[in-house]
C-alpha cells in the first residue's frame, strides 16, 4: 500500500540546501520552485516539484511562478502529454504481459472482497481492469481519497505553455513509464492493491499526510517520507534513481541552449541521487526560490 502511494509522488499515473537537500531543514529552502544557473547558462532555467492529483483549490499558481515561467521558452514534463501517440502506448503498455489477472493473482476469494470496496470506491467494477497492472489501478482510487475532482499541476502548466506558444517536451516516453513498473513483480501489485483497498482508511490518513506536506513545500520531509518505507527501497533505483539519472542528460542538453521550465514528481529533487544534488554535482548552480 505504501509503496503505491509512493509511486503516486514519482510518476505520472495516476513522485540540497548548500549540498543535499536531505541535509538541509531551512525554512527558507521549503519551496518546490528551484533556479539552474551557472557553466554555459546564459538564461536562468527552473525545477518545479509537482504532485500529480490535487484539488483545484490547492494548486496556487503565484505572480512569482507565473513570473519565472513566462521567463522560459520551453516546458519539459515528465511526458510529452500532447503527443498524439501516447494514448495508443499507454494503452499497448498497461496490460500485464503474461495471461495474469488480478483475479488471479489474488484469487476468487480476496478478489471478490477487493471488487466490492473498488466499486464502492470508484463506482465502477474492478472486472473491467483485470487484466490491467494492479499498479495503475489504483490510480483511480485518489480522486475517492481526495473527496474533490481533481486537477494537477501538469495539466495547469501545460495550458500555461499553449497560451504562451511554449513548445511542450518530455523527459522520458510512456513506454519507458510502464516498463519501470515491470519492476515489481504482478503479484506483489496485486497484493498491493488489495491492502490499499483493505484498509483504505489507512490509505486515505497516509495520502493525506503527504498531500500536507507537499502543500507545505517541506522536500525533505516529503522526500523523507516516499523513500523511507522498506518495500519502496527494494524498486527505488529501477522508480527514482535510474530515471533521475536519465533525465539529468536531458535537462543538461536543454539549460544551456534554451530557458527550459522543468516540472516532475517532487519526490525526484531530493536526496543524494535528486535531481538538484546531481545537477550540483555537474557544476551547476542550484538555488531556492521562494513563491
Known amino acids: 500500500m505504501k509503496v503505491l502511494l509512493r509511486l503516486f509522488f514519482l510518476t505520472n499515473f495516476v513522485l540540497f540546501g548548500y549540498g543535499s537537500i536531505a541535509q538541509s531543514n531551512k525554512i527558507e529552502d521549503k519551496t518546490l520552485l528551484w533556479q539552474i544557473t551557472g557553466k554555459n547558462i546564459k538564461e536562468p532555467s527552473y525545477l518545479f516539484g509537482t504532485i500529480h492529483i490535487m484539488c483545484p ?9 507565473k513570473e519565472k515561467f513566462s521567463a522560459t521558452r520551453q516546458l519539459f514534463l515528465e511526458l510529452k502529454m500532447d503527443d498524439p501517440s501516447m494514448m495508443i502506448e499507454m494503452m499497448k503498455g498497461m496490460k500485464m504481459k503474461d495471461s495474469s489477472t488480478i483475479k488471479s493473482l489474488l484469487g476468487p476469494s480476496s478478489y471478490d472482497s477487493a471488487n466490492v470496496l473498488f466499486k464502492k470506491s470508484t463506482g465502477i467494477q474492478l472486472d473491467l481492469f483485470n487484466s490491467i ?8 482510487i485518489y480522486p475517492f481519497l481526495l473527496g474533490c475532482t481533481p486537477d494537477s499541476w501538469e495539466n495547469n502548466f501545460q495550458k500555461m505553455a499553449k497560451a504562451q506558444n511554449k513548445p511542450l517536451l518530455g523527459l522520458e516516453k510512456i513506454s519507458e ?5 515491470e519492476s515489481i513483480p504482478y503479484k506483489e501489485q496485486a497484493d498491493m492493491l488489495a491492502k490499499t483497498l483493505f484498509q483504505i482508511d489507512s490509505t486515505k490518513n497516509i495520502f493525506l499526510n503527504m498531500l500536507e506536506v507537499y502543500k507545505q513545500k517541506d522536500l525533505v520531509q516529503l522526500y523523507t517520507l516516499t523513500t523511507s518505507d522498506r518495500d519502496f527501497g527494494m524498486y527505488e533505483r529501477d522508480l527514482l534513481i535510474n530515471r533521475n539519472r536519465n533525465w539529468i542528460t536531458v535537462i543538461t542538453g536543454q539549460v544551456e541552449k534554451i530557458p527550459t521550465f522543468f516540472a516532475f514528481g517532487a519526490a525526484h529533487l531530493g ?3 535528486g535531481v538538484i544534488n546531481l545537477l550540483r554535482k555537474e557544476g551547476y548552480t542550484i538555488k531556492p526560490v521562494l513563491y
Open 271 to 273: 536526496g543524494q541521487e
Open 177 to 181: 513509464q510502464m516498463n519501470v513498473l
Open 57 to 65: 483549490g490547492d494548486i496556487q499558481i503565484t505572480d512569482v511562478l
Open 133 to 140: 497492472k494492479p499498479i495503475l489501478v489504483v490510480s483511480m
